[in-house]
């Protein structure tokens, strides 16, 4: 399975001729679920969901589908008839040939002034996982975790324990828009050095 970093919080995976894209919110590229044929979106923050970079994977393929949560799925289902599924905590299912494992069901606090929505994590081929918007464990050995690195959620210490409770083999960065190129080394040094795995940042279109 190849892995392409998108801008921010979106990825490409790609196997056996099939693509899967997680994530294609406003931070991504305009044409980043172009190709998908299949699409999992982890919440409705519009740095993960976009409809129209949903728009531009589904028109584009017509066979494409997408899996995401209720909160999403009631925005673009109209649009889309039979090729929307929705999902939460504990289901599984395989699409375009990947098998997907759903984990989480809370966003994580932003304040406790503002109400929590849902969010999901996804576990592909029993490898990548990509939680969204928390620091959700899901209980099973991971060989890739997807690292929220900078949000206006969480601190680096979390990041660190999260990736020490995970124990992935490697973490990949993302989540990443929002943290400067000053910071960049400071990350990657503490993430590094006391998350206890191989710690990888990757540009937009880099592979892994």
């Not at 899967?20 to 740095?47: K, M, N, Q, Y």
């Not at 209720?70 to 289902?77: E, K, L, P, T, Y």
Request: proline share 7%; with cysteine; glycine share 8%.
């Amino acid at each position: 399975m190849k892995l392409t970093k998108k801008v921010h919080s979106c990825v490409r995976l790609e196997k056996d001729g099939r693509t899967l894209v997680i994530d294609p919110g406003t931070f991504s590229e305009p044409d980043a679920a172009a190709g998908a044929d299949a699409i999992l979106v982890t919440h409705e923050h519009p740095d993960h969901f976009n409809e129209e970079r949903l728009r531009t994977g589904l028109d584009a393929n017509p066979a494409a589908e997408l899996w995401t949560l209720a909160s999403v799925a009631d925005q673009v289902s109209a649009a889309f008839p039979g090729r929307v599924h929705t999902v939460g905590e504990g289901d599984a299912f395989t699409a375009a040939g990947f098998e997907v494992q759903v984990h989480g069901q809370l966003h994580a606090v932003i304040h406790p002034d503002i109400p929590r929505i849902t969010n999901v994590g996804y576990l592909v081929d029993g490898s990548v996982f990509h939680p969204g918007d928390a620091l959700t464990v899901p209980g099973v050995p991971v060989d890739t975790l997807l690292l929220p690195v900078m949000a206006p959620w969480n601190k680096i210490s979390e990041v660190i324990d999260y990736v020490r409770e995970v124990a992935p083999r490697r973490s990949v960065d993302v989540h990443d828009a929002l943290l400067t190129d000053l910071a960049r080394p400071i990350y990657d040094r503490q993430i590094g050095d006391l998350g206890g795995a191989e710690h990888v940042r990757l540009a937009p279109g880099d592979q892994a």
